[in-house]
């Protein structure tokens, strides 16, 4: 099984590598674009084949050790 986990932060959290793309994209000309958010993308093989012990192992790793829970949110899909 794969998991796909995705980590962002809370809206109200300062995102300072946000900002530096959003400078960085104004800077090369390019309009259009307006606030923009970094986040984190994980993939992670499992080898666990029961999706409920696999969805316990990734809330697990989520929770403990992938993401801030005080100013990250996260969300995965496990196929």
């Known amino acids: 099984m794969k ?3 995705r980590i962002t ?3 109200g959290v300062l995102d300072p590598q946000g900002k ?3 400078g960085a ?3 090369l000309g390019i309009s259009g674009v307006g606030d923009v958010r970094q ?3 994980i993939e992670v093989d499992l080898v666990e ?3 409920d012990k ?3 192992i990734v809330e697990q790793m989520c929770k403990d050790l992938l993401a801030n829970t005080v100013i990250e949110n ?3 899909e496990i196929s």
Request: aromatic fraction near 12%.
């Open 9 to 11: 932060l809370k809206n």
């Open 25 to 27: 994209v104004k800077g």
């Open 39 to 41: 986040g984190k993308y």
């Open 3 to 5: 998991a796909r986990i």
């Open 74 to 76: 996260y969300s995965y």
């Open 54 to 56: 696999a969805k316990t």
């Open 20 to 22: 530096a793309i959003e």
């Open 49 to 51: 084949t029961d999706p």
